[in-house]
């Protein structure tokens, strides 16, 4: 039995792989300096028989066979330093995750925003025709979890799998899929003409179908007359950017000569993805929305489908990086100050999420709301989530509705449900 072990296996990524390698009949361990036995996403693990070790290199011995990390690691993490010291392999989460795949036929789902919702859906998809696939996703498919079940994975029994895959460490190009998403290309990690080289790249790894979504200055598979046998009107996601994501998925099915009526049933009975334009819940008649949103294309999409359905949006955001925020906040500042002169509401703004590790620090929250100060948007920052909820709930009435973004922060979800529970009437 192969022993390996997970370094931050408490990030979504490297959970799903964790559960993944437990179900394939690994000895799985793993670190996460966040590790807190209470927490639901720890206890699911060490139900599967994972085992979880403080992040200091105890997890790792001479019996170990792998150590699996990220690209968000660093060179001077304990484990990485253990494991060098005792002569483990070191592989990317890519790299481990290709190994699970195997020579098994593969669909990649890749682009810049979209592909944790239309890879989930693909998977729902399939197991609703019977074809039983492995499913390997950024966030947790609504209709799969449960309390015991994380729900961002599934293994199945066939030799077929439907992988989420990340470009932004350009990790994708690890991959030769037999059939290939892409769902859009915006700026996001990589200025728009490399993310161009590279999804062009990606693309030609594909031996089989390829769908392109929505991508600036080129034509796409979606720029075709609407079908009827793919119109995705039946999905209960708000947004349209979440119906091009079903109408890739269900091109890609009607490619591939799946039952389109069987089809369009999973589409109906899809309930969406965690953290992504998810209602956590109403209260005094505000409606409560947690979403991923952490790139200025996410941001806009996120924004318009709650304006579209609700009206007021009293909008919250947490930055999940300095680097991020740097690199994007001209398109960020173009975002904001679009939403609030068209819809108006309210923007407020968290400090940068800062998980630890070296970072160069060459942007704030504060430099964001001074700059959208000064293009007349009334951004207000926010300096904890106490502070945000005083403010929530002076401005937000019946009928608004309040949509939280970020990423990384593992308490924005949990602010969005204590917004629900915990509101000053309730």
Known sequence: MRRVHFIGIGGVGMNGLAQLAAQSGYS???????????????????????????????GISNTT????????????????????????????????????????????VAGTAGKTTTTGLLGWIFEHLGKDPSVYNGAAVLNWKTNGVLGNVRKGNSKLWIIEADESDKSFLNFHPAHSIITNISKDHYELDELHDLFDQFESQTSGITIRGRIRGRSSDLSDPLNPRTDPSR??????????????????????????????EAVGTFRGIERRLEIAGKTNGITVIDDYAHNPAKIKAALLAVAEKYGTVHAFWRPHGFTPLFQNMEELIQVFSEHWNQHGGSIFILPVFYAGGTVQRNASSEDLVDRLESTGVAAKLVQDYDALQCELETCAAAG???????????????????????????
């Not at 300096?33 to 639901?40: D, F, I, L, N, T």
């Not at 608004?400 to 309730?426: C, H, T």
């Open 28 to 58: 799985v361990s793993g670190s996460d300096r966040s590790y807190a036995p209470e927490a639901g996403l720890f206890q699911c693990l060490e139900k599967l028989g994972i085992k979880i070790f403080p992040q200091n290199g105890s």
């Open 65 to 108: 066979d792998q150590v699996v990390f990220s690209t968000a690691i660093e060179s001077d993490n304990p484990d990485i330093q253990a494991a060098q010291t005792q002569g483990a392999p070191l592989l990317h989460r890519a790299e481990f995750l290709k190994e699970l795949i195997g020579d098994d036929e593969l669909i990649a």
């Open 235 to 264: 999905i209960q996601m708000l947004g349209k950017h979440n119906a091009e994501n079903a109408l890739c998925a269900m091109r890609l099915c009607e490619t591939l000569g799946l039952d389109m009526d069987r089809v369009r």
């Open 400 to 426: 608004d509705a309040i949509l939280g973004m970020g990423a990384r922060d593992p308490e924005l979800p949990q602010f969005a449900k204590r917004l629900v529970y915990g509101w000053k009437n309730s």
